[in-house]
């Protein structure tokens, strides 16, 4: 429920950062503001393409990753201060979400391909110049996405 009306229950974005591939500018200092000079160790990140069970919910999706950072700091005692969550907004194909007037991400279809790619890696590269010591776990992305992912930057 909490993700399926994320942008309709909105009150404030429980530190989570959204970073919009139509604004890849702006990344690096949309990290630095969202970490408010805290020593960021852990990422959850998502683009939310392939939530398990209920399929693509764009930046509705950033549920995911602050619920699955609320189990590293109760489950394995990560500090609190410690982590973000950041949802990957690049685009929705949810139809649905595309129509909501309330719908808080970008109002495209996907981006694919190159520039996608592209964005991850900026993501990956700046998180890592950001917080030297971050460990980042990906969650949600797309079968084929993920795999490309993984493969990617598993020896990282």
């Avoid at 592209?118 to 996405?145: C, I, M, S, W």
Wanted: aromatic residues 10%.
């Amino acid at each position: 429920d909490t993700i399926e009306n994320y942008s309709e229950l909105f009150v404030q974005p429980q530190n989570a950062t959204f970073l919009s591939i139509d604004d890849p500018d702006s990344m690096k200092d949309s990290l630095k503001n969202a970490a408010d000079g805290r020593d960021i160790r852990l990422i959850v990140v998502t683009d939310a393409e392939g939530i398990l069970g209920i399929g693509d919910w764009g930046t509705n999706g950033v549920d995911i990753s602050v619920g699955k950072l609320m189990v590293y700091t109760a489950a394995a005692g990560i500090d609190p201060s410690q982590v973000m969550p950041v949802a990957l907004d690049t685009g929705t194909n949810n139809q649905d979400l595309l129509k909501d007037p309330m719908y808080l991400g970008n109002r495209h279809e996907r981006v694919t391909g190159d520039r996608y790619y592209k964005f991850v890696d900026q993501f990956v590269n700046t998180a890592e110049d950001l917080f030297p010591k971050l460990y980042l776990h990906f969650e949600d992305f797309g079968r084929d996405n993920a795999a490309n992912i993984l493969n990617t930057y598993k020896d990282k």
